[in-house]
């Protein structure tokens, strides 16, 4: 059984500050008032989180589901309260979606503001247009599921590449091992799909748009919380940082 959800009053007490986001990448303009909401001790935790998922969409275009968000949110405040996070980021990525949908969302905690949403691709026997199959195994070439927190960069054969650090024993704690990385990739794209009719695969890396990728890894890099979502029922009774599944 899950703990009663758990968020931190400060999302709610911060000033509101929107961008709409109707691209990869959100304009950096400032509406002329902030909007603000301030927490209702009447409130229930899981109300708070919902508070924040609507103060989240109002201005911006595309948002994960309440699912993984509310998913999202546990763990991130988590890791928060271990001290493992030093940016006040949180990336989902909903491998529930198909790959031809734009599945990776990177929020800005503070600001509110979705800063982007993108393309990212699942590894080549986790599934085709579907991700179906998960593994923490090195050489699976599947993707894995779970938190981690963004480390330190690298050039490879991808070009600049990030670390991250799978958190959760058993489902992702072997990505350093396998490499599985944040990389760009010419297969992550639009124009593959309208080739391909799918998403291009990975060998297990959340691999973006190579014309983002840079922005995206710096963005990202030193200590943000990145978190792969799936429906998938051993990971939401077993993850250690969601003590129960929230329905899908």
């Known amino acids: 059984m899950i703990n009663k959800f758990l968020i ?7 000033s509101f500050a929107f961008t709409p986001n109707t691209s990869e990448k959100n304009t950096t303009s400032e509406p002329a008032e902030a909007k603000t909401a301030v927490a209702d001790p009447a409130l229930s935790a899981e109300d708070e ?3 924040l998922y609507e103060a989240f969409s109002a201005e911006n275009a595309s948002m994960p589901s309440r699912t993984a968000f509310t998913n999202g949110i546990l763990g991130y405040q988590k890791l928060e309260e271990e001290g493992k996070i030093k940016k006040e980021l949180l990336t989902i990525v909903d491998f529930g ?5 734009k599945r990776m969302w990177i929020l800005d905690m503070k600001s509110q503001k979705v800063l ?12 085709g ?13 599947q993707s894995s599921l779970g938190f981690y927190v963004t480390a330190e960069t690298y050039y490879g054969k991808n070009g600049l590449s990030l670390f991250i650090d799978g958190m959760e024993e058993g489902f992702n704690s072997n990505a350093r091992e396998r490499y599985v990385v944040v990389h760009g990739a010419d297969y992550a794209t639009q124009d593959f799909i309208n080739r391909a009719g799918r998403l291009g695969r990975s060998y297990g890396c959340p691999a973006v748009p190579t014309k983002v990728s840079k922005e995206i890894i710096n963005r990202i890099k030193g200590q943000s919380v ?23």
């Open 116 to 127: 982007y949403n993108t393309y990212v691709s699942h590894g080549k026997n986790t599934g």
């Open 49 to 51: 989180i919902n508070l």
């Open 226 to 248: 990145l978190f792969i979502y799936h429906p998938n029922k051993n990971y939401l009774e077993n993850s250690k940082y969601l003590n129960r599944a929230v329905a899908a």
């Open 97 to 101: 979606l198909n790959s031809t949908e």
């Open 8 to 14: 931190l009053a400060t999302f709610l007490t911060a």
């Open 129 to 141: 247009d579907k991700a179906t199959n998960f593994s923490n195994t090195p050489n699976s070439f």
